[in-house]
């Protein structure tokens, strides 16, 4: 069965280093989303990606986060430089049409000391 | 106050019981997701809902739109069912509940 891979599954950083997270959701999905699930809380969207077009990044950080999707199908998600409280799930999301349904990665979760 | 209400926000049950866990909304949606984390983040679509009543072994998800409320029942839990239960409801976008976290002991 077709699965959303993320990498990696685990990230330490110190805070003001980069991070980058991969995703590489299901074939064929043209959408993408990128979460943010913070300890005890429902996942927060920052970004959704409609092929290779960001159509939802207004609850993103835009100031040190960003993301992209340059040939529509992987994409990275970006933090410089990373704060203490962007310690989080970062989770990918592809969805399919029929039957309508979000397909979730593993995540990625960040601590950042 | 969120859109998405759920409750309880933990609970725990003895191996056998019948589970109730509850979702309220305050926004208008077009369909109604329960799912399922397990620790380590992996988050699985469980029920997508958009009336009535679903069931799929032994999981059952309703939904009453005039009310905007939503149920995910379990019966005869067990402890491989201990986990996240996340109410998510479509409307512009996927808006997320909090969870219900379940432990289910032997």
């Known amino acids: 069965e077709a699965e959303v891979a993320q990498s990696p599954r685990y990230k330490i950083t110190e805070k003001s280093q980069a991070v980058a997270f991969w995703c590489d959701p299901i074939?064929?999905?043209?959408?993408l989303y990128w979460y943010r699930q913070i300890l005890g809380q429902g996942p927060e969207l920052l970004v959704q990606f409609q092929d290779e077009s960001v159509v939802d990044d207004s609850q993103l950080p835009k100031d040190r986060f960003s993301a992209e999707r340059l040939k529509g199908v992987d994409s990275t998600l970006k933090i410089q430089p990373a704060e203490l409280g962007d310690s989080a799930m970062y989770l990918c999301a592809s969805r399919s049409y029929n039957p309508d349904t979000q397909y979730f990665g593993p995540g990625t979760r960040l601590t950042v000391l | 106050k969120n859109e998405v209400e759920q409750s309880p926000q933990n609970l725990t049950a003895q191996e056998g019981e019948f589970i109730t866990i509850n979702c309220s909304y305050s926004v208008g949606i077009s369909a109604l997701h329960w799912l399922q984390q397990h620790p380590g983040g992996g988050i699985v679509s469980l029920f997508m809902?958009?009336?009535g009543k679903k069931k799929h072994g032994r999981l059952i998800a309703t939904i009453n739109i005039q009310e905007k409320h939503s149920s995910l029942h379990i019966t005869a839990s067990h402890p491989r069912d201990s986990a996240v239960y996340i109410c998510?409801?479509?409307?512009?976008?996927?808006?997320f509940g909090t969870g219900t976290r379940l432990q289910v002991f032997p």
């Open positions: 809902l958009s009336s």
């Open positions: 074939s064929g999905h043209a959408t």
């Open positions: 998510a409801v479509k409307a512009d976008k996927l808006i």
